[in-house]
């Protein structure tokens, strides 16, 4: 069974751009969950949908939007884009709610310059 | 809401000696709780969890952890360390029923040879 799957590996925008991250869950997972990783803030939720709806949603700025589509997969798009932007950003999917196991990708690194 | 603290940011340890890492969570509800290892430039892998029953879990490759509901707390232990176990280690709550992770800042474990 293939694992999560992020696209694209590396990324480098510059600051003001805007840019779209794409997750391929697990087949058969209906939940993905979006994280953003920095050595400052560490590992922080931006957002979960479910069934093409947004169930949750972290402390982040009205950049930063996702979307779910009918087959499950995930983007999510950042707007005029921040240095402070800079992260690893993780996707996580899981079969269903209530988190019982959360099967990450290897996340897209981001460079805003 | 729920928190997470692991206190010890770095953690070095001989080959073969015995390593705790500490994990201390803060919820208002019930909670499931993870530990997920995160190797250089990959994303995170689940290596055990705590939904309920038995407050001793293990993973396949020697590490348990201990849900202790009155001290909130949920250490990583390994009785013998090998070099490959060097990585970040991440401990992370959820409230059942939802799918967002908090996770704590993570403990670098070092394996010296």
């Known amino acids: 069974k293939a694992g999560v799957t992020q696209t694209p590996r590396y990324l480098i925008k510059t600051r003001g751009q805007q840019v779209t991250l794409s997750c391929s869950p697990i087949?058969?997972?209906?939940?993905v969950s979006w994280y953003q990783q920095t050595p400052g803030q560490g590992l922080q939720f931006l957002f979960e949908y479910f069934s093409e709806t947004q169930r949750n949603k972290g402390n982040f700025p009205g950049r930063f939007s996702g979307r779910q589509f009918s087959n499950s997969r995930s983007e999510m798009n950042v707007s005029t884009l921040e240095l402070g932007d800079s992260a690893l950003y993780l996707c996580?999917?899981?079969?269903?709610?209530?988190?019982?196991?959360?099967?990450f990708g290897q996340g897209t690194r981001l460079t805003v310059v | 809401a729920q928190s997470v603290t692991q206190l010890d940011s770095q953690v070095p340890v001989f080959e073969e000696a015995p390593v705790e890492l500490r994990c201390n969570y803060s919820s208002s509800v019930s909670v499931y709780l993870f530990w997920y290892v995160q190797y250089p430039n990959q994303g995170l892998q689940l290596l055990l969890k705590y939904l309920s029953g038995s407050t001793l879990v293990k993973s396949i490759n020697g590490f348990e952890a201990e849900f202790n509901k009155s001290q909130t707390s949920f250490h990583l232990r390994k009785p013998s360390v090998h070099i490959s176990d060097t990585a970040e280690y991440f401990c992370a709550v959820s409230g059942t029923g939802a799918n967002n992770l908090f996770f704590g800042t993570g403990t670098r474990l070092t394996v010296i040879p």
């Open positions: 087949s058969g997972h209906r939940s």
């Open positions: 996580a999917s899981s079969w269903n709610r209530g988190n019982t196991e959360a099967f």
